[in-house]
């Protein structure tokens, strides 16, 4: 059935002709033919909605009005739809605020940790399996516990409608903390020893020795954290109430009033959608086996 | 202590911890704390002391005939969303791990709704499925009869925002069972297989107990999320109705705290979402352990 290297996501053997590789492909669909048929038809069904999405952003709002139009409409179009979104709607803006904020918290995020895991894992003092545990049970805190009076505070310390509100409460990571952790500790004893007796400081020891090696891990969590951010919609609602300063994903509240007339301008909202969907999907994608590897899929 | 403990300094270590113990307990713990402590009070207006009512608000609340149904609608949504999101993930990592070509390909195909927001979701789905001018609505209609109008049918709405957060939760379910079932030792793997044993027992009776520990871990996430997922579906398709059909109580509590500015409203209902999570992802815990102890 599964053999580990067919994971191949890494995997470029030369050697392999293109015969033998359809070779192999009709013989492992021959052998399993059901699960080939059935993840064909679940890839489609997940993916479809997007790709008909892209279509309707090819579309001017009359042509998605009209169901028996369900051909692409005109590249012209498209441009002029995603423009009037970027520009008119101030896309453009929407994109680089997010950009900046999840960008921001992804890399503070990932300090902050750094240096907790640092602080757990190679230093010896009393409360350090306490310290770990009180950073763990924040995972049995969720957001919706706290929100009212964490609104309340932000109020209170003039960071409401500023991107201190957005990103400040949500440097500290038990994740981060966790996954670095159980990393640091598969760092040979060897090396720290080394690393103590050449009078390596901390800091010089965290930039020069855990840092990279611990690359593929940061660069997963990054992916993780960024993306959190990225599609954050609940808190930037509540927390931003300048329509410039706003997260992307609220922007999607405000293009539903894109009207033309009576008619409500769907291939805009789309637009929008792919806009918003974009830079998440193509990070996720682009640093895919660092993220998965991070989530423990060895590959 | 192992010789990995090489710097002693206990102020330095306090230093490197103190972002982030500061940033939990400022932004984290504390605002937890005293969401109980808000609840207590009843508050017309945002950022006004309240009147001190005990526990007399969280009564009214349990007694809120609009908050009551929300409850239910609440439970339903998270059985059908954690219960869906897990087997469907299970079946597609199943039938990923059970081919050996095109692994990746599949991969890709079904884990990317990962980096899917939920706002993106629900306005792809809104405008697919819309009853008027939806492309998917038309074949709907023709093909079972129906007709298809989530603005006036709760039942649709309903199924409508489960199956939009399922499509959007997928992918971090897939990612977590694709490292279990790859994770079990080959060896094992071939002492288990039995000629003409079909695909889907071996997934029942073998792979899954083998897998229980990462099903438990899913399962407690799942519902954790469950009872805050969904927001956005809500948000900005459906706005709780028709008639409450899908006013989740993470909706509610949106619209009591922050539509409203009723604080002490909202805080109670906090307390009550986190109870019910709480609860039920514990008594997974609680229960799942002795099965998988005495099951595998």
């Known amino acids: 059935m599964a053999i580990k290297d067919a994971f191949d996501i890494t995997q470029t053997d030369r050697t392999d002709t293109l015969v033998t590789n359809l070779d192999r492909w009709r013989s492992d669909v021959l052998a399993h033919p059901g699960s080939h048929i059935a993840l064909l038809i679940s890839s489609t069904v997940l993916v479809a909605p997007i790709a008909m999405a892209l279509l309707l952003t090819t579309q001017t709002t009359a042509q998605v009005y009209d169901l028996n139009y369900v051909r692409p409409g005109s590249l012209e179009t498209m441009y002029q739809n995603y423009y009037q979104v970027l520009v008119t709607w101030g896309f453009w803006r929407l994109t680089l605020n997010t950009l900046f904020v999840a960008g921001a918290s992804t890399l503070g995020a990932i300090g902050l940790s750094l240096l907790a895991a640092l602080a757990i894992v190679f230093y010896d003092f009393k409360l350090d399996r306490v310290t770990f545990y009180f950073i763990l049970l924040t995972l049995m805190v969720p957001f919706v516990i706290r929100v009212v009076p964490l609104y309340e505070l932000v109020v209170s310390v003039g960071w409401h409608n500023t991107y201190w509100g957005l990103t400040i409460p949500f440097l500290a990571s038990a994740t981060g903390v966790f996954l670095l952790r159980q990393h640091f500790k598969s760092i040979p004893v060897e090396l720290v020893e080394t690393c103590r007796l050449d009078g390596v400081g901390p800091i010089g020891f965290l930039r020069h020795v855990l840092i990279p090696m611990t690359k593929g891990m940061i660069s997963g969590l990054a992916v993780i954290m960024f993306i959190g951010t990225w599609?954050?919609?609940?808190?930037?609602?509540?927390?931003?109430?300048?329509?410039?300063?706003?997260?992307?994903?609220?922007?999607?509240?405000?293009?539903?009033?894109?009207?033309?007339?009576?008619?409500?301008?769907?291939?805009?909202?789309?637009?929008?959608?792919?806009?918003?969907?974009?830079?998440?999907?193509?990070?996720?994608?682009?640093?895919?086996?660092?993220?998965?590897?991070t989530m423990g899929l060895k590959l | 202590m192992s010789s990995r403990k090489a710097y002693d300094s206990t102020w330095q270590a306090a230093l490197l911890l103190l972002p982030t113990i500061a940033i939990f307990v400022i932004f984290l713990y504390w605002p937890a704390l005293r969401t109980i402590w808000l609840g207590f009070y009843e508050t017309q207006f945002f950022g006004q002391q309240g009147t001190f009512v005990g526990l007399q608000q969280y009564w009214e609340i349990l007694m809120w005939e609009k908050y009551q149904n929300s409850v239910i609608v609440t439970l339903k949504f998270a059985v059908v969303s954690v219960f869906g999101t897990l087997i469907v993930s299970i079946l597609l990592a199943y039938w990923i791990y059970t081919v050996e070509r095109g692994k990746t390909a599949y991969m890709i195909a079904v884990i990317w709704p990962y980096a899917m927001p939920g706002a993106v979701a629900a306005t792809v789905l809104l405008i697919l499925l819309h009853p008027e001018i939806g492309m998917i609505s038309a074949p709907i209609e023709s093909l079972t009869g129906m007709e298809w109008d989530w603005r006036v049918h709760g039942t649709q709405a309903f199924w409508l925002v489960a199956l939009g957060t399922i499509w959007f939760t997928l992918g971090y379910d897939i990612i977590f069972l694709l490292a279990a079932f790859h994770g079990i030792p080959e060896s094992l793997n071939e002492t288990t297989r039995l000629d003409g044993v079909p695909q889907w027992r071996m997934l029942v009776s073998v792979y899954l107990p083998l897998i229980s520990p990462t099903l438990l871990f899913l399962l407690v996430i799942?519902?954790?999320?469950?009872?805050?997922?969904?927001?956005?579906?809500?948000?900005?398709?459906?706005?709780?109705?028709?008639?409450?059909?899908?006013?989740?109580?993470?909706?509610?509590?949106?619209?009591?705290?922050?539509?409203?500015?009723?604080?002490g409203e909202a805080a109670v209902q906090s307390v009550y979402l986190f109870a019910i999570a709480v609860v039920l992802a514990v008594a997974q815990i609680v229960f799942s352990d002795k099965r998988i102890h005495y099951g595998g």
């Open chain 2, 222 to 263: 799942n519902t954790l999320g469950g009872f805050f997922g969904g927001f956005a579906m809500v948000d900005l398709v459906t706005n709780g109705g028709p008639r409450g059909a899908t006013n989740l109580m993470i909706y509610q509590l949106y619209e009591s705290g922050f539509r409203n500015f009723n604080i």
């Open chain 1, 231 to 293: 599609n954050a919609y609940f808190w930037p609602l509540i927390v931003i109430n300048t329509e410039s300063r706003q997260m992307i994903q609220v922007g999607l509240r405000m293009l539903q009033s894109a009207q033309m007339g009576t008619l409500t301008q769907y291939n805009l909202m789309m637009a929008g959608a792919v806009i918003s969907l974009l830079p998440a999907l193509a990070l996720l994608l682009a640093l895919r086996k660092n993220l998965l590897t």
